[in-house]
C-alpha cells in the first residue's frame, strides 16, 4: 500500500530580529515532529544558521530553493532572499521587517501554486514591516488580500479549552464603536459558526456573544449598542440556525468561566477578547485565521524582543500551532469530502404495465445542480 504524504507545513521566518527562528528551530529539535509533517521554513540559511549559533542550538536543516525540493524527515529550509540581512537581536529595524516580508510575499505565491498544505507564520513586528507592499494592521488583513479570494477572515484565538473570535481586529479603541454594526455581527458570527463545524468538527455550535459596553450597558444607562445593534444581531442569528446568546458582560463572563458552557465567544474588539484569553491560555494559544482557503495559525506571542537570543522563549504556542494547522487540514479534509461525490437522487419512477412505482437513480445534470 501506498504510504499516506505527509502534510506539508510551510513556516514563514517572521521577524529576523525576533524570536522566531528560535521557536522554530526548539520545535524541531523533536524527530517525533517529522512524523506529523514535511516542514519548509520560508526564510534565510544565513540568519538560521546564526540563530542556531547565538541560542546554542543543535537542530539541523537542509536547505533547499524551491519547495519543491522538500522532503520528508527533515527541517527544509528555502532560500527567499539573496541579499545580507543584518541581525541585531532584540531589536527592530526596517531590515528585519523587509526580510520578514519577502518570506510572506514568497509563501504566498506558493500557495497559490499549490506547493504546501497550511501556513504558519512567526510573529512579525507591525511597524518594521511596513512598506509600499505591506500597509496592513497584521497578518490576517494581509493574507486576506493575497489569497483570500474575495473571502472575509475572521481572527480566532484558541486552545484546547476556549475559543476567542473577534468581531473587529486591529483597530484604535477609539474606532470601536462605529465599526460594530448588525451586519458585522452576522458576518463574523456565520463565518465563526461554519469555522466550528468545518474546521474543528463541532456538529451544532453554541457561540456566546459577549456585550460592547460594561454591565451590556445596564439597560441603556451606559449605551445602548447592546440593545440597538448586538441583541438583534443574535436573533436574526438564531432564526438563520445559528446557536448564539447574549450579549454577556465581559468582566463577568470571563470571571465566572461562563465560556465553558460555549463552543466559542465571539468579542467586539481586540483587548476585550485577547486579554482574558492570554490570561487563561499562557503558554499554548494559537491565534487561526479562519474564513479562508489558506489554513493559517500563528503562536499567540510577539517578536518578543526583550528576551530574543537568551533562550529563553518557550516553543510550546509555535508547536500548538503547528498541530492546529494539521488538524484543522485532515477536519477539512473529513468535512468535504461526502460533499464532493453527494449520494445520487433517487425519485419514484411509475410503470406502464401499472405495476407499483419503482425506485431508478437519477443523476443530476449540472444545470440541475446549480438550479437545487
Known amino acids: 500500500m501506498e504510504q499516506e ?33 514535511t516542514p519548509i521554513v520560508y526564510g534565510s540559511p544565513k540568519i538560521a544558521a546564526y540563530h542556531r549559533k547565538a541560542l546554542d542550538l543543535e537542530t539541523n536543516f537542509s536547505i533547499i530553493n524551491s519547495a519543491e525540493e522538500a522532503r520528508d524527515g527533515r527541517l527544509n529550509l528555502l532560500t527567499c532572499f539573496d541579499d545580507e540581512v543584518k541581525v541585531e537581536l532584540g531589536q527592530p529595524s526596517q531590515e ?48 486576506e488580500t493575497s489569497v483570500g479570494e474575495g473571502k472575509k477572515a475572521l481572527m480566532i484565538l484558541m486552545n484546547e479549552n476556549l475559543r476567542v473570535a473577534l468581531v473587529t481586529t486591529h483597530l484604535p479603541i477609539k474606532n470601536v464603536a462605529q465599526a460594530i454594526t448588525k451586519e458585522t455581527i452576522i458576518e463574523k458570527a456565520t463565518i465563526f459558526h461554519q469555522s466550528l463545524k468545518r474546521d474543528f468538527r463541532v456538529s451544532n455550535p453554541r457561540i456566546a456573544v459577549l456585550a460592547l459596553n ?4 445596564d439597560e441603556g444607562v451606559l449605551g445602548d449598542e447592546e440593545q440597538t445593534i448586538i441583541k438583534p444581531a443574535i436573533d436574526e442569528l438564531a432564526a438563520n440556525g445559528i446557536q448564539a446568546f447574549g450579549p454577556y458582560p465581559a468582566d463577568g463572563f470571563f470571571g465566572a468561566a461562563t465560556y465553558i458552557h460555549f463552543d466559542g465567544v465571539l468579542a467586539m474588539y ?67 469530502e461526502p460533499l464532493e461525490n453527494p449520494l445520487p437522487k433517487l425519485f419514484h419512477e411509475k410503470r406502464e404495465d401499472g405495476d407499483k412505482a419503482r425506485f431508478s437513480v ?7 445542480e446549480a438550479e437545487s
Open 5 to 37: 504524504r505527509k502534510i506539508r507545513v510551510a513556516i514563514t521566518q517572521g521577524d529576523t530580529n525576533g524570536v522566531g527562528y528560535e521557536v522554530i528551530l526548539k520545535a524541531f529539535a523533536d524527530p517525533a515532529m517529522f512524523e506529523l509533517c
Open 96 to 143: 528585519a521587517g523587509q526580510a520578514a516580508l519577502m518570506a510572506l510575499d514568497r509563501a504566498m505565491t506558493d500557495f497559490r501554486s499549490g506547493l504546501y498544505d497550511v501556513l504558519v507564520t512567526a510573529p512579525i513586528n507591525k511597524a518594521t514591516i511596513q512598506s509600499p507592499g505591506f500597509k496592513f494592521p497584521g497578518h490576517t488583513e494581509y493574507i
Open 214 to 217: 460594561p454591565h451590556a450597558g
Open 270 to 336: 481586540h483587548d476585550q477578547g485577547l486579554a482574558p484569553f492570554k490570561t487563561i491560555a499562557i503558554g499554548d494559544g494559537v491565534n487561526y485565521t479562519a474564513g479562508l482557503p489558506i489554513i493559517r495559525t500563528s503562536p499567540d506571542h510577539g517578536t518578543a524582543f526583550d528576551i530574543a537570543g537568551q533562550g529563553k522563549a518557550d516553543e510550546n504556542s509555535m508547536r500548538q500551532a503547528i498541530y492546529t494547522a494539521i488538524d484543522v487540514f485532515r477536519n477539512r479534509q473529513n468535512y468535504d
Open 362 to 368: 437519477f443523476k443530476p445534470t449540472r444545470k440541475t
